[in-house]
């Protein structure tokens, strides 16, 4: 009852939210400086073509009109159509939307993992060298930021020590018999683990470069708290039942630690998805982050607000999944 | 002859020469209760936790012998401690709010020793939970087992922590003022409880407590510690009848009187300060020279 009340009151505050981001992006990217007519007709064309061309697209008309015109297709689930790909806008979206959000989550289960070694064993260790030097570690990658960390793993290991690939999503000339864009997925799914190990290769370092700065906050935020949670009463009796410390830290301090750290590494996913939009130019990953800096850079009006929109929805989804999750783990909140 | 047997035993801040605990021996026998007495950081709760091997990573022992059923365990190495104390010792900690996992049903809080370090079966476990919640008088122990510890009172709470301490029918129980924190009115029947059961399973148990009235109701024995040092080991009549030392004789005079509310409290006198504390200095000029 109260999770269904909780779920109607996000619906409808993420509703608002979605026309605010669709307002502040319409107008915005009409009141910046370049037009895509402009891009579109070569040099030397007569002022009638322009005006003919922006008749075409609707670009003649308030912005406001524009607006409703626009918002009116969107409630029938057409976002209009792509100006340099002259296809339908959500078509184009939805098909990049997979490999950014396998990109995404890859890149988050590689944070959670190095984050997570690094605070139990920090943990573990606290007060010796081992603590100090993680600790150093995760200033340092903390300091660095993703795209940075993209170049530097670049240069490691894609040029120094060739090691895995640094371009594209996949080997083109692998023939793939997918249905869906969900390659990496489908790819398990199907049981082709030699198309499996193409993909991973590929996505590994762009992953990795967006998981570096995030596994150093899990990994700081995560230690703190444990630490903190080391010093409860229920963890001593543990260790007076014959517990040793991994399994102290493990059962009893880490199921208390993890709630204050989840809340945070929602909001530092949703950042690690706005970073794709640079990472994936880097590694020419083709996702919606490429796919949202050659939209702008081509001023396609009609696919940077599919794009942004997309993201929106995104980041929506994505604290609400934190949120249920966090109501999930903590026994008070679920029986309250 | 007495399961724990503490000689010797001293404890500093480690890298100083603060001591915290000054040359400390006792012993508690199978089926003694021995309590151990003094003010806010005498040291009472400091030789509980030297024994559980549970002493705070700022302290360290620097001498003595810590022996359980004939064994030293400060010779053998922290794994093995740790064992032994699981098979044979358990704590009933001082605050129920805090010493239940709040993430934990408290099923398991009860059963994981038997099921992790003693190697029962799960279903044998239960069965023992359901057994020692009744010995506890919990009403309905299907629903408690169930439970998460904010949906239980203190109280509830305690009795859960005891019937978890005495689940592997330990030989030794470490109280660490087990009814400081809790209503006054539970208190009562929290300590009858601890008695209760003490006695059913004959358990040796070292009450740390600073209310000599708790004393009189439950303990045979008793040491009295200032600044880390024991400055008297008796058997309780004789305690209540004639302490023999200054300070003994000035705390049983400071314990406030239920029958005479109207009675101004008796602080310890000065004079016995002084000479508690000379003593205190005199023993560690003395370690300090040996």
């Known amino acids: 009852m109260r999770l269904l009340r909780t779920l109607l009151f996000r619906l409808v505050s993420t509703a608002v939210t979605l026309v605010g981001v669709a307002v502040i992006v319409f107008v915005v990217i009409r009141i910046v400086p370049g037009n895509p007519i402009a891009m579109m007709l070569p040099p030397g064309a007569t002022p009638e073509d322009i005006a003919l061309l922006t008749a075409h697209y609707g670009l003649d008309k308030s912005i406001p009109e524009q607006f409703f015109i626009w918002a009116g297709g969107v409630l029938q689930g057409d976002f209009g159509t792509s100006i340099t790909a002259r296809q339908p806008v959500l078509t184009l979206v939805l098909g990049r939307l997979p490999a950014t959000l396998e990109l995404s989550i890859m890149a988050l289960v590689i944070a959670v993992i190095l984050g997570g070694a690094a605070a139990l064993t920090g943990t573990r260790e606290r007060g010796t060298k081992i603590e100090a030097g ?44 997918f249905t869906t864009d969900f390659y990496l997925f489908e790819s398990v799914i199907r049981l082709r683990f030699d198309i499996w190990a193409d993909i991973v290769s590929h996505m590994f370092l762009p992953a990795l470069a967006l998981a570096i700065p995030l596994a150093a906050i899990i990994g700081q935020l995560l230690k703190q708290s444990l630490k903190e949670t080391m010093h409860f009463d229920y963890v001593t009796l543990a260790r007076t039942k014959g517990y040793g410390e991994t399994r102290v830290i493990t059962r009893e301090a880490l199921p208390n630690a993890v709630l204050p750290t989840l809340t945070l590494v929602g909001v530092q996913f949703t ?35 599919g794009i942004v929109i997309l993201f929106a929805v995104i980041f929506t989804v994505v604290n609400l999944v934190v949120d249920l999750t966090y109501a999930l783990l903590n026994p008070r909140l679920r029986h309250a | 002859m007495s399961f724990l047997s503490i000689s010797n035993l001293s404890v500093r801040i480690a890298g100083t020469t603060t001591r915290l605990l000054r040359d400390v021996a006792l012993s508690v026998s199978p089926g003694e209760v021995h309590g151990l007495v003094g003010e806010s950081g005498a040291g009472k709760s400091m030789i509980g936790k030297a024994v559980l091997g549970i002493l705070p990573r700022s302290v360290e022992i620097i001498s003595g012998q810590i022996e359980l059923d004939g064994t030293d365990l400060l010779t053998l190495p922290p794994a093995e401690h740790r064992r032994r104390i699981g ?140 600044g880390g040092l024991v400055v008297e080991a008796t058997d309780v009549h004789g305690f209540f009848r004639a302490p023999s030392h200054a300070y003994s004789r000035a705390l049983l005079a400071a314990t406030p009187k239920y029958t005479d509310p109207e009675a101004s409290l008796t602080p310890v006198p000065d004079a016995v300060i002084t000479e508690v504390n000379a003593q205190v200095d005199a023993v560690d000029r003395e370690w300090r020279g040996g």
């Open chain 1, 271 to 305: 950042f690690l998805i706005g970073g794709t939009v640079i990472i994936e130019r880097l590694f020419s990953y083709q996702g919606l982050g490429n796919m949202a800096i050659d939209a702008v850079i081509n001023r396609d009006l009609p696919l940077i607000q």
């Open chain 2, 87 to 226: 098979q044979s010792c358990a704590l009933i900690p001082q605050d129920p709010m805090t010493a239940l996992n709040p993430s934990r049903r408290i099923g398991p809080q009860i059963t994981d020793r038997l099921v992790d370090i003693l190697g029962w079966n799960r279903a044998k476990a239960r069965e023992r939970a359901v057994e020692l919640l009744h010995e506890v008088h919990i009403p309905d122990p299907d629903r408690i087992l169930r439970s998460y510890p904010h949906e239980l009172s203190g109280g509830m709470r305690q009795r859960i922590l005891i019937a978890s301490a005495f689940a592997a029918e330990p030989k030794l129980i470490i109280a660490d003022e087990p009814t400081t924190a809790l209503d006054v009115t539970v208190q009562k029947q929290i300590l009858k409880l601890i008695k209760e059961m003490q006695e059913r399973h004959n358990t040796a148990l070292l009450f740390v407590t600073h209310d000599l009235g708790v004393v009189s109701k439950i303990c045979q024995s008793l040491s009295v510690l200032y």
């Open chain 1, 134 to 177: 993680i600790d150093v570690t995760n200033g340092m990658a903390l300091s660095i930021p993703d795209f940075l960390w993209g170049l530097i793993l670049i240069l490691l290991f894609g040029v120094a020590w060739p090691l895995f690939h640094i371009s594209g999503r996949v080997t083109p000339s692998l023939d793939l018999p």
